[in-house]
């Protein structure tokens, strides 16, 4: 709808802005004839940036609580990794230990052996023989 002067349209002579009253609304067009956007449009623009702005504002805030459940699946994993190797080092240590403990008993064994043989020896050379007793 481009002005039309014959309307009864006013024009600014500096502005070159066009006033023109349509169905008892006032109107207003710039110089090349497009016209201003209404009180009504510009409420709608800014109700609709404000919505945009909402949903950013919800994206943004969903990739961070996305970031934040991926960080912590992380450290889950992380943990679950240092307990298993935690239960892996405590299983060698038990397995050591018990190692340890078959080779103090056969380490106690022999040295009963070689009491035992020693002691033995010992009767022998006494003249004494383990045998003729009935133990």
């Not at 609709?48 to 805030?61: F, H, P, V, W, Y």
């Not at 078959?102 to 033995?120: F, T, W, Y």
Request: no cysteine.
């Amino acid at each position: 709808d481009s002005p039309n002067p014959a309307s009864g349209g006013w024009v600014s002579p500096r502005l070159g802005i066009t006033f023109e009253l349509v169905a008892s609304q006032l109107v207003l067009y710039y110089p090349n004839g497009e016209p201003f956007a209404s009180y009504l449009e510009i409420s709608e623009q800014r109700d609709m940036a404000q919505q945009q702005a909402e949903l950013e504002r919800l994206a943004k805030e969903q990739e961070r609580q996305r970031a934040e459940q991926a960080q912590e699946a992380l450290e889950l994993e992380r943990l679950e990794k240092q307990q298993a190797s935690q239960r892996a080092e405590l299983e060698r240590l038990e397995k050591e230990q018990e190692r340890q403990r078959a080779e103090q008993a056969e380490q106690a064994l022999e040295l009963e052996r070689i009491r035992m043989k020693a002691l033995l020896e010992q009767l022998k050379a006494k003249g004494i023989n383990p045998e003729d007793f009935n133990l």
